[in-house]
Protein backbone atom coordinates (compact mmCIF):
# COMPACT_ATOMS: atom_id res chain seq x y z
CA UNK A 1 0.00 0.00 0.00
CA UNK A 2 1.30 3.09 -1.08
CA UNK A 3 1.17 5.76 2.23
CA UNK A 4 -1.42 8.86 1.26
CA UNK A 5 0.61 11.71 1.07
CA UNK A 6 -1.96 14.59 2.28
CA UNK A 7 -2.32 12.77 5.51
CA UNK A 8 1.84 13.34 6.37
CA UNK A 9 1.94 15.73 8.57
CA UNK A 10 5.67 17.40 9.07
CA UNK A 11 5.72 18.78 12.51
CA UNK A 12 9.38 20.20 12.76
CA UNK A 13 8.81 23.03 10.98
CA UNK A 14 5.87 24.16 13.53
CA UNK A 15 5.57 26.09 16.10
CA UNK A 16 5.16 24.64 19.85
CA UNK A 17 1.16 24.89 20.10
CA UNK A 18 -2.59 23.90 18.59
CA UNK A 19 -2.30 23.26 15.06
CA UNK A 20 -5.34 21.88 13.13
CA UNK A 21 -6.03 19.78 10.08
CA UNK A 22 -9.03 19.34 8.46
CA UNK A 23 -9.41 16.80 5.80
CA UNK A 24 -12.27 15.32 3.55
CA UNK A 25 -12.82 11.53 3.58
CA UNK A 26 -14.91 9.78 0.49
CA UNK A 27 -14.41 6.68 -0.38
CA UNK A 28 -11.41 6.91 -2.52
CA UNK A 29 -10.05 6.76 1.27
CA UNK A 30 -10.84 3.10 2.25
CA UNK A 31 -9.71 1.93 -1.57
CA UNK A 32 -5.94 2.48 -0.51
CA UNK A 33 -6.58 0.00 2.66
CA UNK A 34 -8.89 -2.54 -0.28
CA UNK A 35 -11.42 -2.00 2.48
CA UNK A 36 -14.48 -2.31 0.43
CA UNK A 37 -17.69 -2.68 2.80
CA UNK A 38 -18.40 0.72 2.72
CA UNK A 39 -21.29 2.05 -0.10
CA UNK A 40 -20.38 5.65 0.23
CA UNK A 41 -18.14 7.60 2.19
CA UNK A 42 -18.77 11.71 3.38
CA UNK A 43 -17.15 11.78 6.90
CA UNK A 44 -15.23 15.46 7.61
CA UNK A 45 -11.69 14.29 9.82
CA UNK A 46 -10.43 16.74 11.68
CA UNK A 47 -6.92 16.28 13.57
CA UNK A 48 -5.76 18.96 16.35
CA UNK A 49 -1.77 18.53 16.88
CA UNK A 50 -0.56 20.24 20.03
CA UNK A 51 3.20 20.24 19.70
CA UNK A 52 5.23 20.13 22.92
CA UNK A 53 8.48 20.82 23.31
CA UNK A 54 9.39 16.61 23.77
CA UNK A 55 6.05 15.36 22.55
CA UNK A 56 3.38 15.95 20.32
CA UNK A 57 -0.64 15.54 21.41
CA UNK A 58 -2.88 14.44 18.45
CA UNK A 59 -6.79 14.60 18.72
CA UNK A 60 -8.78 13.01 15.73
CA UNK A 61 -12.19 13.91 15.43
CA UNK A 62 -14.87 12.09 12.63
CA UNK A 63 -17.81 13.15 12.29
CA UNK A 64 -20.12 12.18 9.07
CA UNK A 65 -22.30 9.36 7.28
CA UNK A 66 -21.21 6.51 6.14
CA UNK A 67 -23.55 4.24 3.70
CA UNK A 68 -23.76 0.73 4.10
CA UNK A 69 -26.25 -2.36 4.13
CA UNK A 70 -27.77 -3.65 6.65
CA UNK A 71 -26.96 -6.79 8.14
CA UNK A 72 -30.54 -8.05 8.21
CA UNK A 73 -32.03 -6.96 4.90
CA UNK A 74 -29.12 -6.17 2.81
CA UNK A 75 -30.92 -2.85 2.37
CA UNK A 76 -28.33 0.67 2.01
CA UNK A 77 -29.18 3.38 4.66
CA UNK A 78 -26.48 5.75 5.83
CA UNK A 79 -24.59 4.70 9.25
CA UNK A 80 -23.75 8.14 11.19
CA UNK A 81 -20.21 8.50 12.24
CA UNK A 82 -19.25 10.68 15.45
CA UNK A 83 -15.95 8.91 17.19
CA UNK A 84 -12.67 11.03 18.56
CA UNK A 85 -8.95 9.29 19.59
CA UNK A 86 -5.92 10.57 21.02
CA UNK A 87 -3.04 9.81 20.48
CA UNK A 88 0.53 10.62 22.02
CA UNK A 89 3.68 10.80 20.10
CA UNK A 90 6.76 10.54 22.11
CA UNK A 91 10.42 10.42 20.77
CA UNK A 92 12.71 7.44 21.38
CA UNK A 93 15.93 5.22 20.25
CA UNK A 94 13.22 2.87 18.01
CA UNK A 95 10.00 2.84 16.35
CA UNK A 96 7.19 1.26 18.60
CA UNK A 97 3.23 1.25 18.17
CA UNK A 98 2.42 -1.30 20.50
CA UNK A 99 0.67 1.13 22.53
CA UNK A 100 -2.69 2.14 20.67
CA UNK A 101 -2.52 5.21 22.53
CA UNK A 102 1.37 6.05 22.79
CA UNK A 103 3.30 5.80 19.31
CA UNK A 104 7.10 6.14 19.63
CA UNK A 105 8.72 7.27 16.96
CA UNK A 106 13.07 7.76 16.80
CA UNK A 107 14.22 10.78 17.32
CA UNK A 108 15.27 11.40 13.24
CA UNK A 109 11.46 11.42 12.70
CA UNK A 110 10.19 14.86 10.98
CA UNK A 111 6.86 13.88 9.55
CA UNK A 112 4.11 11.61 10.72
CA UNK A 113 1.23 9.43 8.56
CA UNK A 114 -1.80 9.66 10.21
CA UNK A 115 -4.03 8.24 7.61
CA UNK A 116 -4.01 4.96 9.62
CA UNK A 117 -5.44 5.86 12.40
CA UNK A 118 -8.19 7.71 10.18
CA UNK A 119 -9.13 4.92 8.74
CA UNK A 120 -9.07 2.63 12.50
CA UNK A 121 -11.66 5.70 14.16
CA UNK A 122 -13.65 5.21 11.17
CA UNK A 123 -14.16 1.00 10.93
CA UNK A 124 -14.22 0.75 14.78
CA UNK A 125 -17.09 3.32 14.88
CA UNK A 126 -19.24 1.23 12.76
CA UNK A 127 -21.28 -0.76 15.26
CA UNK A 128 -20.76 -4.73 15.25
CA UNK A 129 -24.57 -5.33 13.88
CA UNK A 130 -25.61 -3.10 11.33
CA UNK A 131 -29.13 -2.54 11.47
CA UNK A 132 -31.53 0.05 9.19
CA UNK A 133 -33.57 2.42 11.36
CA UNK A 134 -36.17 1.34 9.48
CA UNK A 135 -36.47 -2.36 11.01
CA UNK A 136 -36.63 -1.09 14.78
CA UNK A 137 -39.04 1.44 13.99
CA UNK A 138 -41.49 -1.03 11.75
CA UNK A 139 -41.32 1.95 8.74
CA UNK A 140 -38.98 -0.58 6.14
CA UNK A 141 -40.72 -2.42 3.84
CA UNK A 142 -38.75 -4.86 2.62
CA UNK A 143 -39.50 -8.47 0.79
CA UNK A 144 -36.61 -9.74 2.96
CA UNK A 145 -38.85 -8.33 6.46
CA UNK A 146 -41.74 -10.01 5.56
CA UNK A 147 -39.99 -13.53 4.52
CA UNK A 148 -38.03 -13.58 7.88
CA UNK A 149 -41.33 -12.17 9.86
CA UNK A 150 -43.27 -15.42 7.96
CA UNK A 151 -40.42 -17.93 9.22
CA UNK A 152 -40.59 -17.09 12.95
CA UNK A 153 -41.57 -18.71 15.27
CA UNK A 154 -45.26 -17.97 16.63
CA UNK A 155 -46.35 -17.68 19.92
CA UNK A 156 -49.55 -19.69 19.99
CA UNK A 157 -47.95 -22.44 17.38
CA UNK A 158 -45.57 -22.82 20.48
CA UNK A 159 -47.90 -23.43 23.05
CA UNK A 160 -49.54 -25.84 20.82
CA UNK A 161 -46.52 -27.91 20.31
CA UNK A 162 -45.73 -27.91 23.96
CA UNK A 163 -49.09 -29.75 25.06
CA UNK A 164 -48.16 -32.40 22.42
CA UNK A 165 -45.01 -33.21 24.23
CA UNK A 166 -44.62 -36.79 25.05
CA UNK A 167 -44.79 -37.67 28.51
CA UNK A 168 -41.89 -39.29 28.93
CA UNK A 169 -40.39 -35.79 29.23
CA UNK A 170 -41.96 -34.72 31.97
CA UNK A 171 -40.67 -37.31 33.85
CA UNK A 172 -37.41 -36.16 32.99
CA UNK A 173 -38.50 -32.64 33.74
CA UNK A 174 -39.08 -33.95 37.26
CA UNK A 175 -35.84 -35.13 38.10
CA UNK A 176 -34.99 -31.71 37.95
CA UNK A 177 -37.21 -30.38 40.68
CA UNK A 178 -36.69 -33.20 43.04
CA UNK A 179 -33.61 -32.21 44.04
Known amino acids: MKPLKDFTIQFVGLKLGEHCFEYKIDKKFFEHFEYD????????????????????????????????????????????????????VKFGDEFN????????????EYEINIAQYIYELIVLAMPSKRIH?????GTLNSDILDKLEELSPKGKDNKEENEDIDPRWNTLKKLLTDK
Open 133 to 137: PGVND
Open 37 to 88: EFNDVIIDATVVLNKKSTFLELHFKALGTVNVNCDLTNEPYNQVIDSDLDLV
Open 97 to 108: NDNEEILIITHS
